[in-house]
């Protein structure tokens, strides 16, 4: 199987430190892999800085919609993407998500491509870096049937026109 290449994508939900809680690396760190990978953007974000709190005020972006604590309808979500809302769609772990990576390539599909930003939500100790975590969640979509296209769609195109970027 092919691999998609990481050039000019934006992982825009990682966690890097210093943090309230121990990271995998530093922001530096993770710049640096991204960097190297040809990734486009990984905008930095912290639990305990104003930045968290910006960006959930001005940007359309509801992180964790599919989370344990929020598990957002499908309804909600379709409603929700009709207005032009992006839905960061982190890597399902089983700490974080009720779904499995089969069922979050079905939310996506349910609720669609166009709204949906692929992110790793790693940096924690005990995931793999966020630039490898993308790496295989990416992989995963492609082996549950999803086309470079609509990877393209939420790796590049859907983070960079959040993001100002396109």
Known sequence: ME?????????????????????KLTYLEAAIQARDAGMKAIPIKSHSTITADIASLIQPLITHPDHL???????????????????????????TSPLRMEEMAKRIREVGVMSSI??????????????EGIKIYIQQLIQLGY????????????????LNLL
């Open 147 to 162: 086309s470079n296209q609509e990877i393209n769609q939420m790796v590049r195109i859907n983070p960079g026109r959040l």
């Open 69 to 95: 604590f929020i598990n957002m309808s499908v309804e909600v979500q379709k409603e929700l993407a009709q207005e032009g809302v992006f839905f960061d769609r982190c890597f399902p772990t089983e700490k």
């Open 118 to 131: 692929v992110t790793s939500d790693f940096g924690q100790p005990e995931n793999p870096s966020p630039v």
């Open 3 to 23: 691999e998609f290449a990481l050039k000019d994508a934006i992982d825009s939900h990682f966690h890097a430190g210093p943090d309230v809680r121990e990271r």
